[in-house]
């Protein structure tokens, strides 16, 4: 199947609408850098880092200019993507600041199911085989995200810059929620008041401890480890900090995946599923999360898919790629059919 990777494509001059929103995020996160400035761990650094986000975001989009084709348009999409990887724990470097508030959730979870399900959910189904099964789950989280945009890319290229749009921005709006609200989920808070407390349906407030311990003990194991068990543990370990626990963006940006693979291909949400299933249930099994921000991770993200939707077709929608003649991105306008596609 010929995809046209260096196929020439006119385009717009300037900035994909991902990459303006990813400049916006930088900026504002910038500003929220001065403001906390005497009181951040490194904002000498993160200042750094934001303007080489910067730089090379304005480099690829000169480049892309000596070789508008579909591969260069995938590699300044696919560069802000990658970004998410950096974005997310740098929330952790802002809601270090202010006072956890695990206590109120674990406190909200035990009044609503009288026990804590991120512990009795491991205990009773502890089989390796299960184990593996939502590792693999949780895991697979960012392979799903890629499946899907190389999916757009291969075959909806038109609405490609959409999609990318719609999920970065997403994520940047469950980022803001995670600055503001500082939860770190049972990984890291249950391990802080000790077992024993947690046991009892004691929570205490522990105020700024994670300001300074940020140590992650290793996930709840069934005595034998396993091969996806072993993959989450070591990926948890590198890009895991004590943040973004409310609500589980896990569920939340894989559910607006399904939407978006619901309204392109019923084949690939079919055989996305099971994987999607178990993701959701991985994030309580594995203690990353409460229930209840499972629940609202779910809820949510209908909400976080209509508002990155409308945000693109109010102030980002334009005919950005031209294929020859053709005009292959369309205004996504919603109340036209087409963008209902996606």
Sequence with gaps: MDIGLFERVDSRKGLFAVEKISLIYNLLTTILIFILFT????????????????????????????????????????????LLAYWYPDTFEFNRLFPNLDHVFATIEQGLFGFQPAITFHQNFSDLWISELFNLGYFFYYPMIAIVAVYYFIFKFEYFEKFSFVMVTSFFLYYIIFILVPVTGPQFYFPAIGFDNVAEGVFPSIGNYFNNNTQLLA?????????????????????????????????????????????????????????????????????????????????????VYALSSRIYAKWFAIPMFKIYDEVVMEYAHSTTTKSKQI
Excluded at 239 to 257: D, K, M, N, Q
Excluded at 275 to 303: M, N, P, R, W
Aim: with cysteine.
């Design 219 to 303: 996930g709840p194991d069934n005595g034998v480890g396993g091969f996806f068990y072993g993959l989450v543990e070591a990926s948890q370990q590198v890009g895991e900090r004590p943040t973004a626990a409310f609500p589980s963006s896990h569920v939340g940006i894989s559910t607006i995946l399904m939407i978006m693979s619901w309204r392109l291909n019923k084949k690939l949400f079919t055989g996305l599923l099971p994987l999607y299933l178990l993701l959701c249930g991985a994030t309580v099994y594995i203690q990353a999360h409460y229930l209840i921000d499972v629940f609202v991770g779910f809820i949510s993200a209908f909400g």
């Design 39 to 82: 009181q951040l761990h490194h904002p000498l650094q993160m200042l750094v880092e934001r303007a080489f986000i910067a730089t090379i975001t304005l480099a690829l989009m000169y480049f892309y200019r000596f070789a508008p084709c579909k591969a260069t348009a995938f590699i300044r999409i696919a560069f802000q993507m990658a």
